[in-house]
């Protein structure tokens, strides 16, 4: 079946400006997640949603950084006024439950300049 | 908190040798323990897991793990490689059940190059 979707694959934009990413998780996964990982490091937690609802986004590093899921599916990572810091590759996870394992996307790779 | 510490950062490896990459994590409580493969140029893939039950878990392309308890670890293991086992694995942990159980903490993963 189909697995977890991301777009676009990569996203390069400039210091200041404002981005989206989107990923489609795999058909009857409740459970969604956003990881963020830098160059060298493994995938870091931002957000983790239960249906239509951000169930725990403790990992967002700052107000600039903001997700929606509005339909309990289709899930939106914004960020606004981007910083060369945000450069990394977005990646996304989906699971049945929390309870089972997450399936990952292939990534969105940002670059600020 | 958790955290996932892989101990090595690449392993050059011949076709046919053995493979052993080291995974402790630091966590008071049960959980549940991963491992996943990135080949190049694709995504990350989940490669076996461990739940509870048999300690030794066999996962895709004759990978196996095995959970020590007592040693916070969670080693991965080949018998021998092949050149397609080229990749960068990672392994990740989460806690078993309660708050913020869904999290997964990834070590900062160790690439692999089998030469042929």
């Known amino acids: 079946g189909a697995g977890v979707s991301q777009t676009p694959s990569n996203k390069v934009t400039e210091k200041g400006k404002y981005v989206e990413l989107r990923c489609d998780p795999i058909?009857?996964?409740?459970?969604l997640y956003w990881y963020r990982q830098s160059l060298g490091q493994g995938p870091e937690f931002l957000i983790y949603f239960q249906g239509t609802g951000a169930a725990d986004d403790s990992g967002l590093p700052n107000d600039r950084f903001f997700a929606v899921r509005p339909e309990g599916s289709v899930s939106t990572l914004k960020i606004q006024r981007t910083e060369r810091g945000d450069s990394a590759v977005y990646l996304c996870a989906s699971s049945l439950t929390r309870f089972n394992e997450q399936y990952f996307g292939p990534g969105t790779r940002l670059t600020v300049t | 908190a958790q955290s996932v510490s892989q101990h090595n950062h690449h392993v050059i490896l011949s076709e046919a040798a053995s493979l052993e990459l080291g995974c402790n994590y630091s966590?008071?409580?049960?959980?549940?323990l991963f491992w996943y493969v990135q080949y190049p140029g694709q995504h990350l893939q989940l490669l076996l897991k461990?739940?509870?039950?048999?300690?030794l878990v066999k996962g895709i392309k004759g990978f196996e793990a095995e959970f020590i308890k007592s040693k916070f670890s969670f080693n991965l293991r080949k018998p021998s490689v092949q050149w397609s086992d080229t990749a960068e694995y990672f392994c990740?942990?989460?806690?078993?059940?309660?708050?913020?159980?869904?999290?997964?903490?990834f070590g900062k993963g160790t690439k692999l190059s089998v030469i042929p």
């Open positions: 058909s009857g996964h409740t459970a």
């Open positions: 966590y008071g409580g049960t959980v549940n």
């Open positions: 990740a942990v989460n806690a078993h059940s309660g708050a913020g159980s869904y999290q997964l903490t």
């Open positions: 461990y739940f509870s039950g048999d300690p």
